[in-house]
């Protein structure tokens, strides 16, 4: 995580600063978001899938705890459907993408669960 980063985000809840950013002027925030966006990007791109990825024990370990059988959440750079066991059943993991390039959405019939990507 660059410094910008690490300064800005537990600051970025402050209505203050808010406040101070949305007085920018459109094109300098633009900017500032594509810098971060870059920074992460770049940040992200050495480290390795498995770190990139939540652990699969805590899965498991959330989803028996709370007796369900699935479990939707953001992104972590591995946006599929993850088939598992918890419960002594067989679960599922839908990992949604990141929405940089596209959207996602999961849709869950009777007979099957679909990732499905799709253009803004």
Same mark, same amino acid.
Do not use: C, Y
């Given at each position: 995580?660059?410094?910008?980063?690490?300064l800005f985000? +537990?600051?970025?809840?402050? +209505? =203050?600063? /808010?406040?101070?950013?949305?007085?920018? +002027?459109?094109? %300098?925030?633009?900017?500032?978001?594509?810098r971060?966006?870059?920074?992460s990007?770049?940040?992200?791109?050495?480290?390795?899938?498995?770190?990139?990825?939540?652990?699969?024990?805590? $899965? $498991?370990?959330?989803?028996e705890?709370?007796?369900? /059988? =699935?479990?939707?959440?953001g992104?972590?750079?591995? +946006?599929? $459907?993850?088939?598992?066991?918890?419960? /002594? /059943?067989?679960?599922?993991? %839908?990992?949604?993408?990141? =929405?940089?390039?596209?959207g996602?959405?999961?849709?869950?019939?009777?007979?099957? $669960?679909?990732?499905?990507?799709?253009?803004?």
């Amino acid at each position: 995580m660059t410094r910008v980063i690490r300064l800005f985000a +537990p600051r970025s809840t402050k +209505p =203050w600063l /808010q406040t101070l950013f949305l007085a920018l +002027p459109l094109f %300098v925030r633009k900017r500032i978001a594509a810098r971060m966006r870059a920074n992460s990007k770049e940040a992200n791109s050495s480290k390795s899938l498995a770190i990139m990825d939540v652990n699969q024990n805590a $899965v $498991v370990s959330a989803m028996e705890k709370h007796q369900v /059988q =699935w479990l939707i959440h953001g992104h972590t750079h591995r +946006p599929a $459907v993850h088939e598992l066991i918890a419960n /002594q /059943q067989p679960a599922f993991r %839908v990992v949604l993408g990141a =929405w940089h390039t596209e959207g996602s959405m999961v849709k869950v019939t009777a007979d099957d $669960v679909e990732l499905i990507h799709f253009p803004f």
